[in-house]
C-alpha cells in the first residue's frame, strides 16, 4: 500500500509537472501573440498618424490669403501689411456700434407664409417629436450645441425625457 502511495505520489509530480509547464507555454504564447498585435496596432496607428500630420501640414501650407480687394476695389497682394489692414477694416466695419444699412433687397422681395405654414410654425411640439429628434439622427455625427451627441440622449433617453412632461428635456426645450 505504502508503494502504491509513493508511486502515485510520483506519478501526480510528473503529471503536475507536464500540466504546469504547459500552462506556462500556453500562457507565453498567448502574451507573444498579444504583443504582435499590439505592434501591429502601432504600426498602423502611427502610418495613420503620419498620413494626417502631412495632410495637416500640406493644408496649413495651402491654407493662406495670398491676395485681397481693397475697399477701392483693387486687388492687393502684400500678404505682411495690406492684406492685414484690409481685414481688420473689414471685420472693424462689421462689427461696429451703428450698424451699417442693409444695401439693396431683391426687387421681389421675400416670399411670404401662408396661413397653413405660419399655423404649423406656432403649434406646441409633442412628445413623440422631441424623442424622434435624437433618435432620428446618426449617433455620433454631430454634436447638440451643450456638446452632447445623439448618441447620449438615445442611452439616457429614459431620464432626460422620460417620455412624459416630467423629463428633465421637455421644459427646456417648450421654454
Known amino acids: 500500500m505504502f508503494d502504491s502511495l509513493g508511486k502515485l505520489t510520483q506519478d501526480l509530480k510528473v503529471w503536475n509537472k507536464h500540466v504546469y509547464e504547459l500552462e506556462s507555454i500556453l500562457h507565453h504564447g498567448e502574451i507573444l501573440w498579444k504583443q504582435k498585435s499590439e505592434m501591429r496596432l502601432v504600426k498602423v496607428w502611427k502610418q495613420e498618424q503620419k498620413f494626417f500630420h502631412t495632410r495637416t501640414l500640406l493644408r496649413k501650407k495651402n491654407n493662406c490669403i495670398i491676395s485681397i480687394h481693397n475697399s477701392d476695389g483693387n486687388w492687393t497682394y502684400d500678404p ?47 412628445n413623440v417629436e422631441i424623442k424622434d429628434a435624437p433618435f432620428d439622427m446618426a449617433p455620433i455625427k454631430a454634436p447638440d450645441s451643450e ?29
Open 147 to 175: 456638446g452632447f451627441h445623439a448618441l447620449f440622449f438615445k442611452k439616457q433617453w429614459v431620464t432626460i425625457g422620460g417620455g412624459s412632461e416630467s423629463g428633465y428635456i421637455w421644459p427646456i426645450l417648450t421654454y
Open 80 to 126: 505682411t501689411k495690406d492684406i492685414e489692414d484690409e481685414a481688420n477694416k473689414f471685420f472693424q466695419m462689421l462689427y461696429r456700434q451703428i450698424p451699417a444699412p442693409l444695401g439693396k433687397l431683391p426687387h421681389s422681395g421675400f416670399p411670404q407664409l401662408n396661413s397653413v405654414d405660419i399655423s404649423f410654425f406656432g403649434r406646441p411640439v409633442s
